[in-house]
């Protein structure tokens, strides 16, 4: 199992930008799939963006081409930078891991047993 930390967050206007960090303690890269989720009052927690385990990402239709996942494996951390932000990306984010590909699954947050402990991201109008 892995542990996730996670930084960043937090409030900015509609059309700024933000970027999480989740940490990994313990060796993911290559061998886990980890995701962002996040959850708003209106609906499930929902799928953002992931890095699978052979290196490609996903990205869901609400973020595609505003939300890109990176990582630095020196730091062993895995980054998801916000752009062009809106209103119905408020919620509280979260990254979570599981190991594999994840090339079926990484949306399914059934799939994954270690989380981060969320992150707040509010954006205003």
């Known amino acids: 199992r892995v542990q996730l930390v996670q930084s960043g967050g937090g409030s900015v206007q509609a059309g700024g930008s933000l970027r999480l960090s989740c940490a990994i303690h313990?060796?993911?890269?290559?061998?886990?799939?980890i995701t962002w989720f996040r959850q708003t009052p209106k609906k499930e927690r929902e799928p953002v963006a992931a890095?699978?385990?052979?290196?490609?990402?996903r990205y869901a239709d609400p973020v595609r081409g505003r939300f890109t996942i990176s990582q630095d494996n020196a730091l062993n951390t895995l980054y998801l930078q916000m752009n062009s932000l809106k209103p119905e990306d408020t919620g509280l984010y979260y990254c979570?891991?599981?190991?594999?590909?994840?090339?079926?699954?990484?949306?399914?947050?059934?799939?994954?047993?270690?989380w981060g402990q969320g992150t707040q991201v509010t954006v205003s109008s």
């Open positions: 979570a891991a599981s190991t594999g590909v994840g090339l079926t699954w990484w949306d399914n947050q059934h799939a994954f047993g270690d």
């Open positions: 313990g060796n993911a890269f290559g061998s886990h799939c």
């Open positions: 890095l699978l385990g052979n290196g490609d990402t």
